[in-house]
């Protein structure tokens, strides 16, 4: 009896593990939204404490050929407010995909 409620627990165990798989997958792939615009959210003075504006800022650098003349990287900086800390997220998402990083104490999102 003992035997066929292990070997029972353990085909549960296996026919669930693939469901759980995606459920997991499901929430990661909800944390970052990947459909949000290099140029989303609003172009904004640093808000001040307490107004509950989401900032986003990126600092970064692009090889462009056309301003940079064939040479070295060119700087890209961006600072923006935003309405939902997921919208913040897809944006940098965004921009580090475009982007090769810079300092990286001025990548991230922030609730002022």
Known sequence: MK???????????????????VLDTAEVQAAVR???????????????????????RYSGTTDNPIISMGGDNV??????CFRSMEEC??????????????NSVLIGCERR
């Open 75 to 80: 700087p890209v900086s961006d600072f923006r």
């Open 89 to 102: 997220r897809g944006w940098l998402y965004t921009m580090r995909s475009k982007y090769t990083d810079g």
């Open 3 to 21: 035997r066929s409620a292990l070997v029972l627990m353990l085909g549960l165990g296996f026919a669930a593990q693939p469901v759980l798989s």
């Open 34 to 56: 990947k459909n949000v615009s290099e140029y989303a959210g609003a172009r904004c003075n640093t808000p001040p404490r307490g107004s509950g504006v989401i900032v986003g």
